[in-house]
């Protein structure tokens, strides 16, 4: 099948919870647009958590731009599957122009401005939002002997439920959020082995996702300014949610350092113990989904494409919107991604005129 060429002001790849932001206030701009998805339903990520997932912050302190997201009844902390309601209403309400499932390979530069080349035909832009997030790209660390361990390893990307792991011996790698989480998920229904680089650091039980917000965004604003921001938390700490809590302070949730490497039966640690188990879950994180920016040759520092906020400096038509800190205080959270959204749109809208 043929598709027809198509141009728009301004082309956001990605229609998760970046992508309906940055449509927010494009569609208030006045500007033309559209933003391709490659997933066949809304929600963006949250249709792929696991199911004992939270928000770290009330209903109310966890909205996009224009549309708080409602309550969920017996729920002081929403779930995944009611963010992704919540996002799927949200397209709707504001009519936002989405076309799904559609694949961007390539976005390339040319004399009249940018070309998108899709599995469903090629489009054109004045300028590009890449909001693709980084569900897509889960990394996993190389450790020795990985290959040769027997039992089951999957990623944070792969897991779902404690259902299959009654009884089961797990290791659970990573300080972070998802470590902690899926590790006290776990731990009424298996033996788990936490693992993490660093000991990890749980927030006081009191902070939630609203200071979480506030203190990244201090911690960025004193980084742009050049100022000493030691002692600010970050987004890394743990925040200590109700099965967390529960599973720290039962004893079920200590952590044990970084093991050394992998046997066929499990891990073994610089001291010479050993823990043999079923399965090891590496809860190490993600990389931005970004291949489809090689062909604009925008460079990379530390693995990232250089950005003043979320403009990208090689080229001013490129935008990045809700990947982490180098693109905004906490751009890659419901609560904070709306601020570089509307950031990103009025940039654009001057650079098109």
Same mark, same amino acid.
């Given at each position: 099948?043929?598709?027809?060429?198509?141009?728009?002001?301004?082309?956001?790849?990605?229609?998760?919870?970046? /992508?309906?932001?940055? /449509?927010?206030?494009?569609?208030?701009?006045?500007?033309?647009?559209?933003?391709?998805?490659?997933?066949?339903?809304?929600?963006?990520?949250?249709?792929?958590?696991?199911?004992?997932?939270?928000?770290?912050?009330?209903?109310?302190?966890?909205?996009?731009?224009?549309?708080?997201?409602?309550?969920?009844?017996?729920?002081?902390?929403?779930?995944?599957?009611?963010?992704?309601?919540?996002?799927?209403?949200?397209?709707?309400?504001?009519?936002?122009?989405?076309?799904?499932?559609?694949?961007?390979?390539?976005?390339?530069?040319?004399?009249? /401005?940018?070309?998108?080349?899709?599995?469903?035909?090629?489009?054109?832009?004045?300028?590009?939002?890449?909001?693709?997030?980084?569900?897509?790209?889960?990394?996993?660390?190389?450790?020795?002997?990985?290959?040769?361990?027997?039992?089951?390893?999957?990623?944070?990307?792969?897991?779902?439920?404690?259902?299959?792991?009654?009884?089961?011996?797990?290791?659970?790698?990573?300080?972070?959020?998802?470590?902690?989480?899926?590790?006290?998920?776990?731990?009424?229904?298996?033996?788990?082995?936490?693992?993490?680089?660093?000991?990890?650091?749980?927030?006081?039980?009191?902070?939630?996702?609203?200071?979480?917000?506030?203190?990244?965004?201090?911690?960025?604003?004193?980084?742009?300014?050049?100022?000493?921001?030691?002692?600010?938390?970050?987004?890394?700490?743990?925040?200590?949610?109700?099965?967390?809590?529960?599973?720290?302070?039962?004893?079920?949730?200590?952590?044990?350092?970084?093991?050394?490497?992998?046997?066929?039966?499990?891990?073994?640690?610089?001291?010479?113990?050993?823990?043999?188990?079923?399965?090891?879950?590496?809860?190490?994180?993600?990389?931005?989904?970004?291949?489809?920016?090689?062909?604009?040759?925008?460079?990379?520092?530390? /693995?990232?494409?250089?950005?003043?906020?979320?403009?990208?400096?090689?080229?001013?038509?490129?935008?990045?919107?809700?990947?982490?800190?180098?693109?905004?205080?906490?751009?890659?959270?419901?609560?904070?991604?709306?601020?570089?959204?509307?950031?990103?749109?009025?940039?654009?809208?001057?650079?098109?005129?």
């Amino acid at each position: 099948m043929t598709f027809p060429d198509r141009h728009t002001q301004v082309l956001v790849v990605g229609g998760g919870q970046a /992508g309906l932001a940055a /449509g927010y206030y494009l569609r208030r701009a006045g500007l033309d647009f559209a933003i391709l998805d490659a997933a066949r339903s809304p929600g963006g990520a949250w249709q792929h958590y696991w199911e004992s997932l939270r928000l770290f912050s009330p209903a109310a302190f966890s909205s996009l731009p224009g549309r708080p997201m409602p309550h969920q009844p017996g729920h002081e902390y929403p779930d995944a599957a009611h963010v992704v309601r919540y996002l799927a209403e949200y397209e709707e309400r504001y009519e936002l122009p989405v076309h799904r499932p559609v694949d961007v390979t390539s976005v390339e530069s040319a004399p009249d /401005g940018l070309i998108a080349l899709t599995s469903h035909g090629t489009w054109r832009a004045d300028a590009v939002i890449f909001a693709t997030g980084s569900w897509q790209r889960p990394f996993t660390p190389y450790v020795p002997g990985q290959r040769d361990f027997a039992g089951h390893q999957l990623h944070t990307h792969h897991y779902r439920t404690a259902a299959g792991f009654a009884g089961h011996h797990v290791v659970v790698v990573g300080g972070g959020n998802s470590g902690a989480q899926i590790a006290a998920d776990l731990a009424d229904v298996a033996t788990v082995r936490w693992a993490t680089r660093r000991p990890p650091h749980f927030l006081p039980d009191a902070i939630d996702g609203r200071a979480l917000f506030e203190l990244a965004t201090r911690r960025v604003n004193a980084a742009a300014r050049g100022e000493h921001h030691g002692g600010v938390a970050s987004l890394g700490n743990i925040v200590a949610t109700e099965p967390v809590r529960r599973a720290r302070d039962s004893g079920l949730l200590a952590a044990h350092p970084m093991f050394e490497r992998l046997t066929p039966t499990g891990p073994v640690w610089a001291d010479g113990s050993t823990f043999n188990c079923d399965t090891i879950i590496w809860c190490t994180g993600f990389r931005p989904d970004l291949a489809a920016t090689r062909p604009l040759d925008l460079g990379r520092v530390n /693995g990232h494409i250089p950005t003043d906020g979320t403009r990208a400096l090689a080229d001013p038509r490129i935008h990045l919107l809700g990947y982490g800190d180098w693109t905004g205080p906490a751009s890659a959270t419901l609560i904070g991604v709306g601020r570089t959204a509307r950031s990103a749109v009025q940039e654009i809208k001057t650079l098109l005129g």
